[in-house]
């Protein structure tokens, strides 16, 4: 595998500092794209933290440094920039080499970690016997996609669906299955089924005490271990388990384990016994309480770990959860790292359960992020709901997508025959979906709009589809006549330059993704790669350029439909050869 061009650049870096400074510091040396292109394509800022630690003068050192850099091979001569930065700017010869390098399929722009990381990923963890729903899709795609780019980058990652399949809810619906079952209803559709009956007996329940009091015991009778109720609650379980496939199978969402809530019933009651036996938990009228006096964020919000009733909770379940995972769960790694993927309002559980779990296991070096998101709004930013009031179901959801880019598809291309216009609207239209949530800031609520996401032009999974699929027709075109090709590649024209410079930069931002569990840097990139393709397409002709032009441009299309299929692959988005 050839080296990247910014690696072999701060291993020169750290050379020459070494030489001017007898040692090369322990901080690593980074260099990064250089924020504004005028300047130059790659920059340091290292220089100025070394130079502070040592009590020199900034731009001296990185004089001195800049003197002793041996890097002409790949570079113009470096300035010092600033208070002490260092730009370096790519010869053309060593842009069209990497370019060469990635043609023939030595690297992608991106190198797998030295440093691989064993990461757990809790993500998607919708309710059983409910309809997933549109809010559900945001910690699907999210985690997905960040599981995705986690593993191209050579962690070990984990996924782990923490259905909730021990709630209240199955007091209520064991009444309902025990007395308003429709055989007939569940049979044709299991979900739904479930669903009239928990919304059946909900109602019920506000105006009829006895019926509240019949959930609450079937509820102590299932947690009791109770043999008919346990039965009933596998068979709703099954039966969710069944629709949540499906939808995931859509989705193509894979999980290495689904260990509901429920796994972690028999671990809760030691987990409140060592919490107060350790004084770290405390009773307060009736419930077992954590107080966090030396956390002003959490000094009035103490964590409840058991209710007065004597029952469990959300965060016991958690706690025993993160220990089970912590202590290297079934598959018997412990992680280097927890990802836990929900919406915004679960920002206060999470900030209690990791600062519990800090102090019941001090000992624990695993690094605890809750990755939040916030709301997909209806137009006009209200709820996202269906016409008549109701919740969208994701299922419908992913069908209209697809109804509505086989409109887009057909419009575009009416000469395919049906069955591939098919195929291609399948992927367009959950390729829309996906990516205009992973296009977002994750922690802004965005509206959810049908025209926009289906729009052939802007920032949209139909505008890098298409971008994909025209170059992948410059090599059909071609045939036969554009493959291979040997020798040196050779870059001249502005757009050409630009084109390979951002081609080089894949790595670094699928590296800052991972890093800050945001995929919209990658959407980004994306589209600005695929805005620089259409201007180096404008600019340049390729099949009819002359021979010497020919290869490195052939090379540029090849390289940029390699991106963007991978970039779009590491967001769980399929491409397709023809739109
Ligand atoms: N089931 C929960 C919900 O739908 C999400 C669970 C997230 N994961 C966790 N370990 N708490 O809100």
Same mark, same amino acid.
């Given at each position: 595998?050839?080296?990247?061009?910014?690696?072999?650049?701060?291993?020169?870096?750290?050379?020459?500092?070494?030489?001017?400074?007898?040692?090369?510091?322990?901080?690593?040396?980074?260099?990064? +794209?250089? +924020?504004? *292109?005028?300047?130059?394509?790659?920059?340091?800022?290292?220089?100025?933290?070394?130079?502070?630690?040592?009590?020199?003068?900034?731009?001296?050192?990185?004089?001195?440094?800049?003197?002793?850099?041996?890097?002409?091979?790949?570079?113009?001569?470096?300035?010092?920039?600033?208070?002490?930065?260092?730009?370096? &700017?790519?010869? *053309?010869?060593?842009?069209?080499?990497?370019?060469?390098?990635?043609? $023939?399929? &030595?690297?992608?722009?991106?190198? @797998?970690?030295?440093? +691989?990381?064993?990461?757990?990923?809790?993500?998607?963890?919708? =309710?059983?016997?409910?309809?997933?729903?549109?809010?559900?899709?945001?910690?699907?795609?999210?985690?997905?996609?960040?599981?995705?780019?986690?593993?191209?980058?050579?962690?070990?990652?984990?996924?782990?669906?923490?259905? #909730?399949?021990?709630?209240? /809810?199955?007091?209520?619906?064991?009444?309902?299955?025990?007395?308003?079952?429709?055989?007939?209803?569940? &049979?044709?559709?299991?979900?739904?089924?479930?669903?009239?009956?928990?919304?059946?007996? =909900?109602?019920?329940?506000?105006? $009829? *005490?006895?019926?509240?009091?019949?959930? &609450? /015991?079937?509820?102590?009778?299932?947690?009791?271990?109770?043999?008919?109720?346990?039965?009933?609650?596998?068979?709703?379980?099954?039966?969710?388990?069944?629709?949540?496939?499906?939808?995931?199978?859509?989705?193509?969402?894979?999980?290495?384990?689904?260990?509901?809530?429920?796994?972690?019933?028999?671990?809760?009651?030691?987990?409140?016994?060592?919490?107060?036996?350790? #004084?770290?938990?405390?009773?307060?009228?009736?419930?077992?309480?954590?107080?966090?006096?030396?956390?002003?964020?959490? @000094?009035?919000?103490?964590?409840?770990?058991?209710?007065?009733?004597?029952?469990?909770?959300?965060?016991?379940?958690?706690?025993?959860?993160?220990?089970?995972?912590?202590?290297?769960?079934?598959?018997?790694?412990?992680?280097?790292?927890?990802?836990?993927?929900?919406?915004?309002?679960?920002?206060?559980?999470?900030?209690?359960?990791?600062?519990?779990?800090?102090?019941?296991?001090?000992?624990?070096?695993?690094?605890?992020?809750?990755?939040?998101?916030?709301?997909?709004?209806?137009?006009?930013?209200? +709820?996202? @709901?269906?016409?008549?009031?109701?919740?969208?179901?994701?299922?419908?959801?992913?069908?209209?997508?697809?109804?509505?880019?086989?409109?887009?598809?057909?419009?575009?291309?009416? $000469?395919?025959?049906?069955?591939?216009?098919?195929?291609?609207?399948?992927?367009?239209?959950?390729?829309?979906?996906?990516?205009?949530?992973?296009?977002?800031?994750?922690?802004?609520?965005?509206?959810?709009?049908?025209?926009?996401?289906?729009?052939?032009?802007? =920032?949209?999974?139909?505008?890098?589809?298409?971008?994909?699929?025209?170059?992948?027709?410059?090599?059909? @075109? #071609?045939?036969?006549?554009?493959?291979?090709?040997?020798?040196?590649?050779?870059?001249?024209?502005?757009?050409?330059?630009?084109?390979?410079?951002?081609?080089?930069?894949?790595?670094?931002?699928?590296?800052?993704?991972?890093?800050?569990?945001?995929?919209?840097?990658?959407?980004?990139?994306?589209?600005?790669?695929?805005?620089?393709?259409?201007?180096?397409?404008?600019?340049?002709?390729?099949?009819?350029?002359?021979?010497?032009?020919?290869?490195?441009?052939?090379?540029?299309?090849?390289?940029?439909?390699?991106?963007?299929?991978? #970039?779009?692959?590491?967001?769980?988005?399929?491409?397709?050869?023809?739109?």
């Amino acid at each position: 595998m050839a080296t990247l061009l910014h690696k072999i650049l701060e291993q020169k870096l750290q050379e020459a500092v070494s030489i001017v400074l007898g040692d090369a510091g322990a901080a690593a040396l980074l260099v990064r +794209p250089c +924020p504004d *292109p005028k300047f130059g394509d790659y920059q340091t800022n290292a220089l100025m933290a070394l130079a502070k630690a040592r009590k020199m003068n900034p731009r001296q050192l990185a004089a001195e440094v800049a003197a002793k850099l041996d890097i002409a091979q790949w570079c113009e001569p470096v300035e010092v920039a600033g208070a002490g930065f260092l730009n370096f &700017r790519l010869k *053309p010869s060593a842009l069209a080499q990497a370019l060469r390098e990635a043609a $023939d399929g &030595r690297h992608l722009f991106f190198q @797998k970690t030295s440093e +691989p990381r064993c990461v757990i990923i809790d993500f998607s963890s919708p =309710n059983a016997a409910k309809p997933m729903h549109v809010g559900h899709i945001r910690s699907t795609i999210l985690g997905d996609a960040l599981a995705r780019v986690l593993r191209l980058l050579g962690h070990h990652v984990i996924t782990d669906n923490h259905i #909730g399949d021990w709630g209240t /809810q199955f007091g209520k619906l064991l009444v309902g299955w025990k007395s308003h079952l429709d055989p007939e209803r569940l &049979r044709a559709n299991p979900i739904e089924e479930m669903e009239r009956l928990y919304k059946l007996v =909900n109602a019920q329940c506000e105006s $009829d *005490p006895q019926v509240l009091e019949n959930a &609450r /015991q079937e509820l102590v009778k299932l947690q009791a271990g109770d043999e008919e109720n346990l039965r009933l609650w596998r068979e709703m379980i099954a039966l969710s388990q069944t629709q949540f496939e499906w939808v995931y199978a859509r989705l193509g969402v894979k999980f290495d384990y689904s260990l509901g809530e429920s796994y972690y019933q028999p671990m809760l009651k030691k987990v409140v016994d060592e919490l107060a036996e350790r #004084g770290l938990a405390q009773p307060s009228e009736g419930a077992m309480m954590v107080y966090f006096e030396d956390l002003p964020e959490l @000094k009035d919000h103490p964590a409840m770990v058991r209710k007065s009733d004597g029952g469990f909770n959300y965060t016991t379940t958690d706690l025993a959860t993160l220990l089970f995972r912590w202590q290297g769960g079934t598959w018997s790694v412990r992680p280097n790292e927890i990802i836990y993927v929900t919406g915004a309002p679960q920002q206060l559980h999470f900030k209690q359960l990791f600062a519990v779990f800090r102090r019941w296991h001090s000992e624990a070096h695993v690094k605890l992020a809750h990755v939040w998101f916030g709301s997909v709004l209806g137009e006009g930013g209200k +709820p996202f @709901k269906t016409r008549s009031g109701e919740t969208v179901r994701l299922e419908d959801l992913l069908d209209e997508a697809e109804e509505r880019a086989l409109k887009v598809v057909s419009a575009k291309n009416p $000469d395919l025959d049906q069955a591939q216009r098919g195929e291609i609207a399948r992927v367009v239209g959950l390729g829309a979906i996906k990516y205009a949530d992973l296009a977002q800031n994750r922690q802004s609520d965005y509206v959810f709009s049908w025209d926009k996401m289906l729009a052939l032009q802007g =920032n949209t999974a139909p505008y890098l589809l298409y971008a994909y699929t025209r170059i992948r027709s410059i090599f059909r @075109k #071609g045939g036969e006549s554009v493959t291979g090709g040997e020798g040196e590649f050779v870059l001249a024209a502005p757009e050409e330059l630009a084109l390979a410079r951002h081609l080089l930069n894949f790595g670094l931002v699928l590296d800052a993704a991972a890093e800050d569990y945001r995929p919209n840097f990658l959407c980004e990139y994306l589209y600005e790669l695929a805005g620089h393709f259409a201007r180096f397409y404008e600019n340049c002709p390729v099949l009819k350029s002359e021979e010497a032009n020919r290869a490195t441009r052939l090379g540029l299309c090849d390289v940029t439909a390699r991106v963007l299929k991978q #970039g779009l692959g590491v967001l769980g988005i399929e491409t397709t050869e023809q739109m």
